[in-house]
């Protein structure tokens, strides 16, 4: 009897898989029943792939096989966000070529992976690092300049002093680069930008059209922020006399009668103006003023938003006027409030609103309630907006004048129609989402197509100068200055090619860029690999490489493109869902307006795998030791036992550690599988039974284990697409026990049904599936030649 030597068998099967092309080349223009799947794809990192990588590769290689089976046409690509920080860092330190390490790292990942069994379709394999992939984000980049999508402003951005970069908002943690961990500060550069708030109300009502988990929606929702409030307007008074209005943005005009300060942001236009002493104040307000201005220079906008002492100097000499009651109030110069928001200034209700209560409270304000909840015993406190908000009809509006006793549904109303009626107010709707902001100045990226002649005006690269190239002569020394600065080849390419004087944009694009369009790129690169192939071989010698819509070449093919997208089914990790889904939904809808998509949505369906935990319950990070190496597990019990015993950990949704002992018990349940199936296989053929395997044959098989069969498949079949994968390998595991468990007698199976229960593990444990499937075709040439 064959003993499992799971090394055996795995390279065996994984070399006829690769040699017989299985899996490759799936996407054709006429398509039925499709099934596009689709993984995050992963940035190749030196550390190679990790547990977490197996689990959310093999749910989707599950899913991927079982409906091959039944009969839908699957295609499930690969590719690498080979783009990045990491590569750069290393360069830094070690002078390697980000180019090199990326290659290296592709090469440790594809042999993985491949060792795991994932059925891939080879051919679509994309890196954003490729010129004939960022050639395409290049492209994408200049539709969106020639569209006044793509522009350039001066912003105030978060810099690292370290890594010498700008840093998005969430690469910015508790005020330190993510990274590094050095203190981040905030620095005015010129910046391209992509126009995403365009789209800000189809980002938000399209979300309709999709199958995701709730939580995630509510993030998209929560980070375009849309809120609905007003524009008041107070009058500005200095030494007794108006000069002009304040504006507020309010989303509680229901409680004005509760404000008693003002504040506006240390970059409002009010503060330069007391500043330059356009509008006058003591000397000594001035200098106060200033000092605090300088001191928040520092901080990054997440600071702002999240410290807990919040700072501030009062504005002697102006005041202004609240519109509804004629109150004077003090006017403070305070970073709470933030310039890109809304006026840039607020009233401050301190009875209603947290943030203005700790600062009335440090500074000694006055606090106004003007709301009581209904089934409140008659003492008044401190009541949060949060809590009116969600039940308006339960508070009742008090301190303010006419409106009291009325609840906040009547109050809300009638308080705005008095603002609209005396021209102080009226309704407005803020949005929170900002402009994209694409430029890095790093080198690991793509380029950004931009060259700027004598004057400076802005030009695009030419389309046939794309791939815009990253050149290589570069040092990778940071010294604020982006690394493209350093390559005497890129000046001299912009002067041959556009003009003497001319100079290039040195920034690269943000790496957010090359992964919001990737699924779109898969289906044609496998239809380009595909040809390509052709042609070496010289089958096709004439076949044409490039895609075109008959007008220009493109980076998808039009009916390919229209036949696969959108994406049937993702799966992402829930730490990546905000931004970068975002971002691809934003490209998908511009694309679409451009007329090369016919889809509003990229991914249909999503769902996202929870976290591998170290044995310890910790996350699994290298400085804590608890990482386990999946090549270590595969050496010592084979790519199934690796496989099963993941999607055996627990749904795929949660967090689980890493359990030795059960990855020993998942490698005997294969062990025993094996042991029974080729123990029943050797049986039947000694006993010379006709064996009618792959026709239907119960007749052998004992009717217990009979009913159990077809009890695991239904409910195995009915598991899978639910990625309920624990259970059905419960359900499995239950039905070997049955079979031959460790103190029962082994019960009898005919090679057709033993056929039936290795297609069930085929998704999980393919390879030793393969193995069985091969024993039993053998079993029934033999029997066949014998009868
Ligand atoms: C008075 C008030 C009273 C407010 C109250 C809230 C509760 P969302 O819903 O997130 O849009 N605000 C306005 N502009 C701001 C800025 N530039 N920086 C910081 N805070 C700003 O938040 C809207 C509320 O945030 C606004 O409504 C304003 O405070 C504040 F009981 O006005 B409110």
Known sequence: MPEYHPSNIETKWQKIWEKTGLFQGTVGKTVENKLYLLFAFAYPSGSGLHVGHVESKTALDILARYNRM??????????????????????????????????????????????????????????????????????????????????????????????????????????????????????????????????KDELITDLEQVDWPKATEEQQLNWIGKSEGANVQFVLVADGKSIGNLEVYTTAHDTIFGCTFMVIAPEHGLVEKILSGVVKVPEKTKKEVKRYVEYVAG??????????????????????????????????????????????????????????????????LKVVF?????????????????????????????????????????????????LKREERGEEKTQYKLRDWLISRQRYWGAPIPIVYDK??????????????????????????????????????????????????????????????????????????????????????????????????????????????????????????????????????????????????????????????????????????????????????????????YEMFMGPIEADKPWAARSVVGVYRFLSRIYTLANEAIEQNKSENRNSKFEKGDGGRTDQKLLVALHKTIQAVSEDIPKLKFNTAIARMMEFVNLWGGKNTKVLSIGDADLGLFVKVLAPFAPFMSEELWQNLKSNKQKTENNG
């Open 70 to 199: 039944r009969g839908r046409q699957v295609f499930f690509p690969v590719g690498w966000d080979a783009f990045g920080l990491p590569a750069e860092n290393y360069a830094v330190r070690t002078g390697v070529h980000p180019a090199e390490t990326t290659r290296k790292a592709i090469d440790t990942f594809r042999r993985q992976i491949k060792r795991l069994g994932i059925s891939y379709d080879w051919k679509s394999e994309v890196a954003t690092s490729h010129p004939e992939y960022y050639k395409w984000t290049q492209w994408i980049f200049l539709k969106l300049f020639e569209k006044g999508m793509a522009y350039k402003k001066p912003g105030m951005v978060n810099w690292c002093p370290s890594c010498q970069t700008v840093l998005a908002n969430e690469q910015v943690v508790d005020g330190v680069c993510e990274r590094c961990g050095t203190e981040v500060v905030q620095k005015s550069l010129e910046q391209w930008y992509f126009k995403i708030t365009d789209y």
């Open 299 to 364: 901080k990054t906008e997440l600071e702002r938003q999240t410290q807990k002492k919040k700072t501030g100097v009062m504005v002697d000499g102006v005041v202004v006027i609240n519109p509804v009651n004629g109150e004077k109030l003090p006017i403070y110069v305070a970073d709470y409030v933030l310039a890109g928001y809304g006026a840039g200034a607020i009233m401050a209700v301190p009875g209603h609103d947290e943030r203005d209560f700790e600062f009335a409270s440090e500074h000694g």
């Open 370 to 418: 003007t709301a009581k909840s209904k089934s409140g015993n008659g003492d008044i406190d401190f009541i949060s907006y949060g809590q009116i908000k969600q039940s308006r009809q339960d508070f009742v509006v008090i301190n303010s004048g006419e409106f009291d006793g009325m609840d906040y549904v009547e109050g809300r109303k009638a308080i705005l129609d008095r």
């Open 455 to 644: 004057e400076g005006k802005v030009h695009p690269v030419k389309e046939e100068h794309l791939p815009w190239r990253l050149p290589t002569d570069v040092e990778f020394k940071p010294t604020g200055e982006s690394p493209l600065h350093g390559s005497a080849e890129l000046k001299d390419r912009v002067e041959k090619l556009y003009g003497v004087g001319w100079s290039p944009e040195y920034d690269t694009m943000d790496t957010f860029v090359d992964s919001s369009w990737y699924f779109l790129r898969y289906p044609t690169k496998t239809l380009e690999s595909t040809k390509q192939e052709a042609q070496n071989s010289k089958q096709a010698p004439n076949s044409k490489l490039e895609i075109t819509n008959g007008k220009e070449s493109l980076p998808f093919d039009p009916e390919l493109t229209r036949a696969w997208l959108p994406v049937d089914f993702y799966m992402i990790g829930p730490e990546h869902i905000v931004l970068h889904l975002l971002y691809a939904r934003f490209l998908t809808k511009f694309l679409r307006d451009c007329g090369y998509l016919q889809f509003d949505e990229p991914f249909t369906a999503m769902r996202h795998q929870g976290m591998i935990l170290g044995p310890d319950h910790k996350k699994m990070s290298k400085s804590k030791g608890n990482v386990i190496d999946p090549d270590e597990v595969i050496e010592k019990f084979g790519a199934d036992t690796l496989r099963v």
